[in-house]
């Protein structure tokens, strides 16, 4: 079964610090993407990153960065200066590019900025 | 450009109703893409569409819910005689599919509609 497991049900972190959120997933694929979702109270979710499988370089974007170990098929966030606005649920997901034409996501993380 | 839209936001019915709810994706992307996602819970894909292919329905969780896509374009999602726990959050996400080398495979999310079933 395609799955993806996000271990950390909660996260906290001190305003400014940095926090990394963790994401493993299992597909016998080799061809696939994989994103970071954030969803405020607002409900509406918002990309926060990308990766693709055939990129042996972390995506970048900003404050937020990736640890993607394809072997190990893990896929962590990392967030840097964390924001009170950084607050939110963070779900991790990926898509087959030759597959079921769907993500496949994690049950979430729910990430609190202290200030 | 406007971001993918989704009506009504909030939806209350009772159960053994029907209710529909409406999904436009951004213009210009071929793909659509309805989830839902439980209280506390990931997302989990009910169907898509592509153009003008047969939907990929395998994610209907019963014969009770069923979706269609006008014109390539607007989509709306019916549930027919509702029970409680179709209360969910019901998302739609559409992508630029089919564009070689494009980022056909990032999906572009509405605000939901949460559908409350008493």
Same mark, same amino acid.
């Given at each position: 079964?395609?799955?993806?497991?996000?271990?950390?049900?909660?996260?906290?972190?001190?305003?400014?610090?940095?926090?990394?959120?963790?994401?493993?997933?299992?597909?016998?694929?080799?061809?696939?993407?994989?994103?970071?979702?954030?969803?405020?109270?607002?409900?509406?979710?918002?990309?926060? =990153?990308? %990766?693709? /499988?055939? &990129?042996?370089?972390?995506?970048?974007?900003? !404050?937020?960065?990736? *640890?993607?170990?394809?072997?190990?098929?893990?896929?962590?966030?990392?967030?840097?200066?964390?924001?009170?606005?950084?607050?939110?649920?963070?779900?991790?997901?990926?898509? =087959?590019? %030759?597959? /079921?034409? &769907?993500?496949?996501?994690?049950?979430?993380? !729910?990430?609190?900025? *202290?200030? | 450009?406007?971001?993918?839209?989704?009506?009504?936001?909030?939806?209350?019915?009772?159960?053994?109703?029907?209710?529909?709810?409406?999904?436009?994706?951004?213009?210009?992307?071929?793909?659509?893409?309805?989830?839902?996602?439980?209280?506390?819970?990931?997302?989990?894909?009910?169907?898509?569409?592509?153009?003008?292919?047969?939907?990929?329905?395998?994610?209907?969780?019963?014969?009770?819910?069923?979706?269609?896509?006008?014109?390539?374009?607007?989509?709306?999602?019916?549930?027919?005689?509702?029970?409680?726990?179709?209360?969910?959050?019901?998302?739609?996400?559409?992508?630029?599919?089919?564009?070689?080398?494009?980022?056909?495979?990032?999906?572009?999310?509405?605000?939901?509609?949460?559908?409350?079933?008493?």
């Amino acid at each position: 079964a395609q799955t993806v497991t996000q271990s950390q049900p909660e996260m906290s972190v001190q305003e400014a610090e940095t926090v990394t959120l963790s994401c493993t997933y299992d597909t016998s694929e080799s061809d696939y993407y994989l994103f970071w979702y954030k969803q405020p109270p607002s409900r509406q979710m918002i990309l926060v =990153i990308r %990766q693709e /499988a055939y &990129k042996q370089q972390n995506a970048t974007e900003n !404050r937020f960065s990736v *640890n993607f170990q394809k072997a190990a098929k893990s896929f962590s966030l990392k967030i840097s200066d964390s924001q009170l606005g950084d607050a939110a649920m963070y779900f991790c997901a990926y898509f =087959i590019i %030759q597959g /079921a034409q &769907k993500l496949v996501f994690g049950q979430g993380t !729910r990430l609190t900025i *202290n200030p | 450009g406007a971001g993918v839209s989704q009506s009504p936001s909030n939806k209350v019915t009772e159960k053994g109703k029907d209710v529909e709810l409406r999904c436009d994706p951004i213009s210009g992307h071929t793909a659509l893409y309805w989830y839902r996602q439980s209280l506390g819970q990931g997302l989990e894909f009910l169907i898509y569409f592509q153009g003008n292919s047969a939907p990929d329905k395998s994610g209907l969780p019963s014969d009770r819910f069923s979706a269609e896509r006008t014109g390539g374009s607007v989509s709306t999602l019916t549930i027919q005689r509702t029970q409680q726990e179709d209360s969910a959050v019901y998302l739609c996400a559409s992508s630029l599919a089919g564009a070689l080398g494009g980022s056909q495979e990032t999906q572009y999310f509405g605000p939901g509609t949460r559908l409350l079933v008493l």
